[in-house]
């Protein structure tokens, strides 16, 4: 199942919404999972009415980040350790793995020797990668066998990823590590280039099309436009009000628009990509937003406010919030699936 060709990984992928073959950022109606960083839990919703279903608790937490197969079958989530990036003295070595028909989790994938696994994408094919800060690596996993077949140096200590949907190349970010993303050739298994970011990197995401890489300035509001063909900075767009570079930068599914979180101040941006240098709508969130995920017809976003429990809904035809919910203790990520 996890190794299916990429033909039949795209045929699956078309029963999404059309315009939704961006694997790394899943969408539809089945079901939404939130991972509760600060709760150290699991947490499932009814995807239309915002209600809490169940949950489990992660075992030797706290769970970080999330990745959802192309099949939307399984959810993987990385268990990160008992601290944060730059300070997390007892690092995990295992990614949880989820069945999301059941909502449990039914195995680990053990990534010794390699600790701190954070960034985690898939592609077409199911193939897992994922970073790990610590030992400065980019992992790529069979999830069929559980096993590790390719750990690449990265040069920094990767935080997210960026993996193109054919699994052929992938764009590390190190944070305020390195003055660069890492570009990795995943088909020859090794880093091939270095993307300059003087400030360093924070969100990080693939355009739906493929051509393009959108890097964020982890000190600057600010975020890099990279041709994939190339591996050059073709554009850079200004994130109106934000103070700094915004944490987390996301496609809707229809990709007509994007929608940056600031975990600073609070905001999240909503940007045409008809016109990246055009007018932007500012919406005031919750508390120190980190995750996004956007329902399937591209009409709603949810930001998820790590610093206060909450979810902010979003609509987007209106970019308003119309709605904000309690969700845990401190949400990381989110996804519909």
Same mark, same amino acid.
């Given at each position: $199942? !996890?190794?299916?060709?990429?033909?039949?990984?795209?045929?699956?992928?078309?029963?999404?919404?059309?315009?939704?073959?961006?694997?790394?950022?899943?969408?539809?109606?089945?079901?939404?999972? $939130?991972?509760?960083?600060?709760?150290? !839990?699991?947490?499932?919703?009814?995807?239309?009415?915002?209600?809490?279903?169940?949950? !489990?608790?992660?075992?030797?937490?706290?769970?970080?980040?999330?990745?959802?197969?192309?099949? /939307?079958?399984?959810?993987?989530?990385?268990?990160?350790?008992?601290?944060?990036?730059?300070?997390?003295? /007892?690092?995990? /070595?295992?990614?949880?793995?989820?069945?999301?028909?059941?909502?449990?989790?039914? %195995?680990?994938?053990?990534?010794?020797?390699?600790?701190?696994?954070?960034?985690?994408?898939?592609?077409?094919?199911?193939?897992?990668?994922?970073?790990?800060?610590?030992?400065?690596?980019?992992?790529?996993?069979?999830?069929?066998?559980?096993?590790?077949?390719?750990?690449?140096?990265?040069?920094? +200590?990767?935080?997210?990823?960026?993996?193109?949907?054919?699994?052929?190349?992938?764009?590390?970010?190190?944070?305020?590590?390195?003055?660069?993303?890492?570009?990795?050739?995943?088909?020859?298994?090794? $880093?091939?280039?270095?993307?300059?970011?003087?400030?360093?990197?924070?969100?990080?995401?693939?355009?739906?099309?493929?051509?393009?890489?959108?890097? =964020?300035?982890?000190?600057?509001?600010?975020? !890099?436009?990279?041709?994939?063909?190339?591996?050059? =900075? =073709?554009?850079?767009?200004?994130?109106?009000?934000?103070?700094?570079?915004?944490?987390?930068?996301?496609?809707?599914?229809?990709?007509?628009?994007?929608?940056?979180?600031?975990?600073?101040? %609070?905001?999240?941006?909503?940007?045409?990509?008809?016109?990246?240098?055009?007018?932007?709508?500012?919406?005031?969130?919750?508390?120190?937003?980190?995750?996004?995920?956007?329902?399937?017809?591209?009409?709603?976003?949810?930001?998820?406010?790590?610093?206060?429990?909450?979810?902010? =809904?979003?609509?987007? +035809?209106?970019?308003?919030?119309?709605?904000?919910?309690?969700?845990?203790?401190?949400?990381? +990520?989110?996804?519909?699936?």
């Amino acid at each position: $199942m !996890f190794r299916k060709t990429l033909g039949l990984a795209v045929i699956a992928a078309l029963a999404l919404p059309a315009a939704n073959l961006d694997f790394n950022n899943p969408t539809g109606t089945q079901g939404l999972i $939130m991972i509760d960083k600060l709760g150290g !839990f699991v947490r499932f919703f009814d995807p239309a009415s915002l209600k809490e279903l169940s949950s !489990f608790a992660i075992p030797d937490g706290p769970p970080h980040e999330l990745a959802i197969s192309p099949d /939307h079958e399984t959810a993987y989530i990385p268990i990160y350790g008992d601290g944060v990036y730059g300070w997390n003295s /007892h690092p995990g /070595h295992v990614i949880a793995i989820v069945d999301l028909a059941s909502k449990k989790m039914t %195995g680990t994938i053990d990534i010794s020797p390699y600790i701190a696994p954070h960034g985690l994408q898939v592609d077409a094919n199911g193939v897992l990668y994922a970073t790990c800060d610590l030992s400065r690596k980019f992992l790529v996993i069979d999830p069929k066998t559980r096993a590790i077949t390719a750990a690449i140096d990265t040069e920094g +200590t990767g935080h997210w990823i960026a993996v193109l949907p054919d699994g052929s190349k992938a764009y590390v970010a190190n944070k305020n590590d390195r003055p660069f993303v890492s570009v990795i050739d995943i088909k020859a298994r090794k $880093m091939t280039g270095k993307v300059s970011m003087p400030n360093g990197t924070q969100g990080i995401t693939v355009s739906p099309d493929e051509k393009s890489v959108l890097a =964020v300035d982890y000190k600057d509001p600010k975020f !890099f436009v990279i041709d994939t063909k190339t591996d050059q =900075v =073709v554009d850079t767009v200004a994130v109106e009000k934000n103070a700094r570079g915004p944490f987390r930068v996301k496609y809707s599914p229809d990709g007509l628009k994007l929608v940056t979180c600031d975990d600073q101040q %609070g905001l999240a941006n909503i940007i045409s990509t008809k016109n990246l240098h055009g007018a932007q709508q500012v919406v005031t969130v919750g508390k120190t937003p980190f995750g996004i995920a956007f329902s399937a017809d591209s009409k709603t976003a949810l930001v998820s406010n790590h610093g206060d429990g909450t979810i902010s =809904v979003i609509d987007l +035809t209106t970019s308003k919030v119309v709605n904000t919910f309690k969700a845990g203790t401190g949400i990381e +990520t989110l996804s519909y699936y």
